[in-house]
Nanobody
Framework: QVQLVESGGGSVQAGGSLRLSCTAS????????MGWFRQSPEKEHEGVTGREGVAGIDDDGNIIYADSVKGRFTISKDNAKNTLYLQMNNLKPEDTAMYYC???????????????????WGQGTQVTVSA
């Protein structure tokens, strides 16, 4: 079993930057596919299915971004450190949400990296962007 812990969230003004980290511990073989998701308070009652895929990556080097963050966010993975990153630049108020990382041992198609099918989720880190 793998455990995921996110960090790096905070409050910034529009146009600012944040770097999220997600550190895996335990059975890190369960991190072949990983993704960043976000969830607004309005969708919290939907649970995992209410989480919007932001960026996904796998150990084959496949990367995908949601259209809303392309050109502003960058996902990366350091397997030596068992850590997933999300560099977020030019943040906008609409990026405000709880951000979660997720992982799974399975390989999937690139598009599926943005869907909430993963078997392991972190507890989330809050990102708040003010206008």
């Amino acid at each position: 079993q793998v455990q995921l812990v996110e960090s790096g969230g905070g409050s910034v003004q529009a146009g600012g930057s944040l770097r999220l980290s997600c550190t895996a511990s335990g059975d890190t073989s369960n991190t072949y596919s990983m993704g960043w998701f976000r969830q607004s308070p309005e969708k919290e009652h939907e649970g995992v299915t209410g989480r919007e895929g932001v960026a996904g990556i796998d150990d084959d080097g496949n990367i995908i971004y949601a259209d809303s963050v392309k050109g502003r966010f960058t996902i990366s993975k350091d397997n030596a450190k068992n850590t997933l990153y999300l560099q977020m630049n030019n943040l906008k108020p609409e990026d405000t949400a709880m951000y979660y990382c997720a992982s799974d041992s399975e390989k999937t198609t690139r598009g599926w990296l943005l869907l909430p099918w993963y078997n392991t989720w972190g507890q989330g880190t809050q990102v708040t962007v003010s206008a």
